[in-house]
């Protein structure tokens, strides 16, 4: 029996348009997602995004970022919390993905943050997803 992982699907979709080389790829919305979302804008990793509002969720329009030749900016993303296996770290044990040259994704009491973030306001939560 599987447990959807709407995130992890968003990941996915993600992982697999850049494969493609897609300018572009769309992922159903939520508030979560479209945190997650800001965040990747905000570190770099994405070139934007927009919601386009539907009768039901919406959809997130991601637009994907790559450097020259074609070579995606995301290197890989990694969901670590899973619905059926969580995984929390406190404000001592925040992780660090590749020594800080990666992102750690933290849903904390201040909302969806990176490590760093995390790190500034002195909270812990449950660790979303790595983005290298």
């Known amino acids: 029996m599987s447990q959807s992982d709407p995130i992890a699907d968003m990941l996915s979709i993600i992982r697999n348009g ?3 080389k ?3 790829v769309n992922v159903p919305a939520s508030n979560t997602k479209i945190e997650i979302v800001k965040i990747l804008r905000d570190e770099g990793y994405i070139r934007d995004y927009e919601i386009e ?3 039901k969720q919406g959809i997130i329009k991601i637009n994907l970022k790559y450097r020259d030749k ?3 900016v995301v290197n890989g993303l990694q969901r ?4 059926g296996r969580r995984v929390y770290c406190n404000k001592d044990n925040i992780p660090k993905v590749l020594d800080g040259i990666g992102v750690a994704i933290i849903s904390t009491s201040k909302g969806i943050i990176t490590d760093r973030k995390a790190e500034e306001f002195g909270v812990g939560g449950e660790v979303i997803c790595y983005i290298w």
């Open 22 to 24: 897609k300018e572009n």
């Open 18 to 20: 850049l494969e493609r």
């Open 53 to 55: 509002e539907n009768r």
């Open 70 to 72: 074609n070579q995606p």
């Open 80 to 83: 670590i919390s899973k619905p």
